[in-house]
Nanobody, 119 residues
Framework: QVQLVESGGGLVQAGGSLRLSCAAS????????IGWYRQAPGKQRELVAG???????NYADSVKGRFTISRDNAKNTAYLQMNSLKPEDTAVYYC?????????????WGQGTQVTVSS
């Protein structure tokens, strides 16, 4: 079984920065695409940034130029560097990964990490 664990959330003032991490652990597996999502109270979960197995990235318009997604395949870890944070970035952030084992390919979600940006 493969698990994703996010970390790095917290409380920060507007204009500040945070770096989220998403670490995968488990038996033999390969991580394909990875996405960072967020869900604010009363709102639908939305894709913030994604990165393919080859390193191609895409971002929501609302975070372009401020957030950077990256991955370290040797560590089975993905990151989301968030700069120039705004109060509207406040949400629970989740990572999602497409994972391949010897027997199957499936999507896995982390438990989420809270990001709160104060004005």
């Amino acid at each position: 079984q493969v698990q994703l664990v996010e970390s790095g959330g917290g409380l920060v003032q507007a204009g500040g920065s945070l770096r989220l991490s998403c670490a995968a652990s488990g038996s033999t597996f390969t991580i394909n695409a990875i996405g960072w999502y967020r869900q604010a109270p009363g709102k639908q979960r939305e894709l913030v940034a994604g990165i393919s197995s080859g390193g191609s990235t895409n971002y929501a318009d609302s975070v372009k130029g401020r957030f950077t997604i990256s991955r370290d395949n040797a560590k089975n870890t993905a990151y989301l560097q968030m700069n120039s944070l705004k109060p509207e970035d406040t949400a629970v952030y989740y990572c999602n990964a497409s994972i391949a084992t010897m027997h199957e390919v499936f999507n896995s979600w982390g438990q989420g990490t809270q990001v709160t940006v104060s004005s």
